[in-house]
């Protein structure tokens, strides 16, 4: 894969970096229900600051050109398993099959280690929706989020189907 690498992100500092990169590049159906989201936080800055800051681990990815995506978990009280994310720019489809390939392992043996990840896709993004499917994903009854269809969806560990 030579020009696709993964880095944990750990240093605040550099988490403040990849922010603000990734909010200047962020795709168009990422941003969309970011702001569906934002209705609770207040913004699309503080949608993507709080997914960085409150994650347990965070990785970005980058090919030559720069940021390709950034993705963490988290746990939510209450809640059995992992709240996972993912956000990425215009660049995750010129390494689509490097970023399905490392992140289906990434979620594999996060999902082993956890239990159950979760979360809500927007119901037109197409490309996260066929992604999450290649990545084992389970779909539930879609929920209305700050005006947008958003279909939640689990990925399981194995031998808890």
């Keep these: 894969m030579g020009n696709y690498e993964i880095k944990k992100i750990t240093r605040q500092k ?42 347990e681990e965070c990785f970005a990815a980058y090919d030559r050109t ?10 939510v009280l209450g809640n059995p398993g992992r709240l996972i994310w993912c956000l990425g720019t215009e660049r995750v489809a010129k390494n689509r099959y490097a970023f399905a390939v490392e992140s289906k392992r990434i ?12 979360n809500a896709v927007g119901a037109f993004n197409k490309d996260a ?20 269809q958003f279909i939640p969806f689990t990925i399981e560990g ?3 189907k």
């Design 14 to 55: 550099k988490k403040e970096q990849l922010v603000w990169t990734l909010l200047g590049e962020l795709r168009a159906a990422d941003r969309r229900e970011l702001t569906a989201g934002a209705c609770e936080s207040g913004s699309i800055e503080n949608e993507v600051y709080d997914s960085v800051f409150l994650s």
């Design 66 to 75: 720069g940021l390709v995506a950034i993705w963490g978990y988290r746990e």
């Design 107 to 118: 979620l594999t043996d996060w999902a082993r280690r956890f239990g159950v990840l979760y």
């Design 129 to 148: 929706i066929r992604w999450l499917k290649y990545c084992g994903a389970v779909f539930h009854r879609e929920i209305t989020v700050g005006g947008e």
């Design 158 to 160: 194995e031998g808890r």
